[in-house]
């Protein structure tokens, strides 16, 4: 399958007529790998996110066709939820002159071919957590909005059960003039309410499967996320870092583009 830039290319020197392109085009939205994946190649530049591969319930074998695919088609992928014999057998996987970054505590792999460069966009973004068990999701919203050129600020373990600990690092982001505030919280999700009560950016609720007893696995967290009375707060589902980090960067991509000089 040709390129978008190959598609351009060919129709700028007369080869294809703008009819063609467009068929070409439209035919390039979606790839079927062997009866196993339909692939998303133009994502990220119809809507300013690529399309991350979930490792998890893939077998190893598939995991790797599709990375390799998607790699060589647009110079990175981003994979999620990856075990320890999924991460290995990516990096056994790759040619010489990739580039294999992975995010331990997330589970998530950037694997780039030598040379893909991420444009920093001007956007800024930041992350709290309540606690230290919520920091794993966090760090996917964090590589998420930077691999979508956004500058990410975190700060960690500031739950409301030691409420002076959140004051500095809410300032800290005050001062550095974010666009958006991602907040993750387990438990009762507090959090975020507070947070919301106290910045005029949005804040987006991830809670979290740090949860037990009634409403155990983040039911309770999400229920009581969804019922916060500050406004300017939005809330993903349970554990979804990635789906945040994904509204973020849109959020603070876009501010960016009509920042003021």
Do not use: W
């Amino acid at each position: 399958m040709s390129t978008l830039k190959d598609i351009l290319e060919k129709t700028v020197k007369g080869e294809l007529t703008t009819g063609e392109a467009e068929k070409l085009i439209r035919l390039q939205a979606v790839a079927e790998l062997e009866g196993v994946a339909r692939i998303d190649f133009n994502r990220e530049q119809r809507k300013g996110i690529p399309e991350v591969i979930l490792a998890e319930n893939k077998s190893v074998s598939d995991l790797v066709e599709i990375t390799m695919r998607m790699m060589r088609e647009c110079g990175r992928v981003i994979v999620s939820r990856c075990s320890q014999e999924q991460l290995q057998s990516l990096k056994e996987a790759l040619p010489q002159d990739a580039v294999f970054q992975v995010n331990e505590k997330a589970k998530m792999a950037v694997v780039k071919i030598g040379g893909f460069n991420v444009k920093f966009t001007g956007g800024k973004i930041g992350v709290l957590t309540a606690g230290t068990s919520d920091i794993p999701v966090a760090e996917e919203a964090k590589v998420i909005a930077e691999e979508m050129g956004c500058e990410v600020y975190t700060s960690y373990d500031l739950g409301v059960a030691g409420i002076h600990r959140l004051l500095a690092p809410l300032k800290d982001l005050i001062v550095k003039d974010v666009d958006v505030i991602i907040v993750v919280a387990g438990r009762e999700g507090a959090l975020c309410s507070v947070v919301a009560g106290m910045v005029n950016v949005p804040v987006i609720a991830v809670p979290t499967s740090n949860s037990y007893g009634f409403g155990e696995k983040g039911v309770s967290t999400l229920m009581a996320m969804l019922q916060s009375c500050s406004l300017g707060l939005a809330v993903v589902n349970i554990d979804a870092g990635v789906a945040a980090g994904a509204a973020a960067t849109l959020i603070a991509n876009r501010a960016a583009k009509f920042r003021k000089p």
